[in-house]
């Protein structure tokens, strides 16, 4: 390996603004792989300078989500390394150094307008043209009328002054990208709260971070000039760049926050986004890894299926798309089929544990469950798609008896019909039910295929039945496994109370 590739620091570098998005992960995800494959060293930042975005608790959630997923971080929060604080909140005198360095080497400056006046600016200019961009003001006010007017408590920003070239991106995902000069303002690099902007922070942090290649999403290629500019101002080398594609739903929108938003409006069930949401749907964190992965990247000749580790061989940056990413929820859910297969049954427990532990308002009974009990359901449940199908599949194991509920739909059919052909079948397994020596799973089947035989049923009729009597349903897993899990008493009571209610 190189010395240059041995030297590769990459970040991530949320902003706590919530939960960890989707599309954050895979940003973590790319940057994480290139740092693991280059035995480089990754790092997490918090850039928690926008003190009015700022959401309680989510610098815990993303690590939470970072630590489900199975991302560790080098340096960063809660580890240290030597080039912490981690935290832009910890590292203001920094940024006010360097602020004050552009504002003495004449790069910046401080701008006077209130909020009020830039809003008549912005008007004005969409009146009369469309777009705006804030002039520069001729002349630009000297430092002293900047501080008088910060001492005097008006609302004083400092600007950088936008060199008036075009720029070019050179993007490893991308090729080079030139923008314009006329698509850039002198933008803001110190609010009038004292705190730096994302700009500043983010190219003073990457500097001092010595960081060498920053992948990020794609909304951020229209930063990067103004980040080069900034860096040359500053004397900071630039690292390379790699602008990740934007993810879209299969209709084509945008895939943002906001589609949680819009589904409540209109009544349906809020898609998962977050990182945490697919936790909390059931997801294994090795299928959501695998799933993103592929979100822009692919490693060539067909291979779908990988663990972290063998992302981690395979990963190449010259293989990451252009192209935006189209998020197909039902090939997630296979791949989540997949990985419960895949993964060792330990493993497996261990994931669903973690499942039952974020939901309280699963039954006290099933939380509360053995290792050898949640293990058998998942069995039961085998080729599932989520955990919460788990839950639902096997919900009515863990209720009392008397809690079953029935469906009118599930009595009417199964039960009632063809003149009660249904309860006939219960009154007539009651006994042999009740005589059967071992309770296992094979001699229930033995049972119910002999059953058969005797009176010339189909297995359908014999057995569904019994899933009325015991779920008050017409669906659960196999019949048999089903009614050794839930035992021979419980299995009795369940047919004699049903026979009691609708006989
Ligand atoms: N805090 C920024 C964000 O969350 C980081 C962008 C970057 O990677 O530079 O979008």
Redesign the pocket.
Known sequence: MSATTQAMRVRF???PTGYLHIGGARTVLFNWLVARQANGQFILRI?DTDRSRHVEDSVQKIFDDLRWLGLDWDEGPEIGGDFGPYYQSQRLDIYHEHIDRLIQGGCAYYALETPEQLQAMREAAEKSKGGFRYPRPDPIPTIEQGEAARSAGQPVVVRFKMPDEAITVVDDILGEVTLASDQFEDFVIQKSDMFPT?HLA?VVDDALMGITH?F?GQE?LMNTPKHIALQKALGFSTPRYGHLSVIFNPDGSKMSKRDKEKAIKQGVAPPEIDVHDFRSAGYLPEAVLNFISLLGWSPGNDIERFALDEMVALFRVDRIGKTNARFDRDKLLAFNTDWSTRVSPTRLLVAFKDFLNIHEDTPAMMREADDAILARMLSLCEGFRTFADVIKKTGFLFVADESIEFMPKAVKKVLQKKEGAGLAMLMQLLPKIESLSDWSGEKIEQLLSDICEESGEKLGNVAQPIRVAITGSTVSPSIHETLAFLGRDRTLTRIRRCLAMHS
């Open positions: 570098a949320p902003s850039e994302y983010c920053v990020r951020h």
